[in-house]
C-alpha cells in the first residue's frame, strides 16, 4: 500500500508534492520521497501527473 518512487526515474519536479491531497510526498537532496506513505488515499494522483513515470502505487 502506498506508493513507491523509482530515485532514478525521479526527475525532482515536484508535481507529486503539490497534486497529492494528503501530503505524502516531500522532496530532499532534487528526489521525492514518499515520506508520509501511510496517509496515502490511493487516488492515482502523483501516479498520473509525474512525467517520467516514477511513481509506481501498489495494491
Ligand atoms: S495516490 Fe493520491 S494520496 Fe496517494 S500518494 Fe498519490 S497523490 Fe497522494
Ligand atoms: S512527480 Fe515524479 S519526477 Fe516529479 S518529483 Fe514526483 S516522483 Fe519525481
Known sequence: ???KIN???CAGCGNCVDVCP???FVLKDG???A???GN????GACAEECP???I???E
Open 31 to 33: 528526489k521525492a520521497q
Open 40 to 43: 496515502c488515499l490511493e487516488c
Open 1 to 3: 500500500m502506498g506508493p
Open 7 to 9: 530515485a532514478d526515474l
Open 56 to 58: 509506481n502505487l501498489e
Open 35 to 37: 515520506e508520509n506513505e
Open 52 to 54: 517520467p513515470q516514477a
Open 22 to 24: 494528503a501530503d505524502v
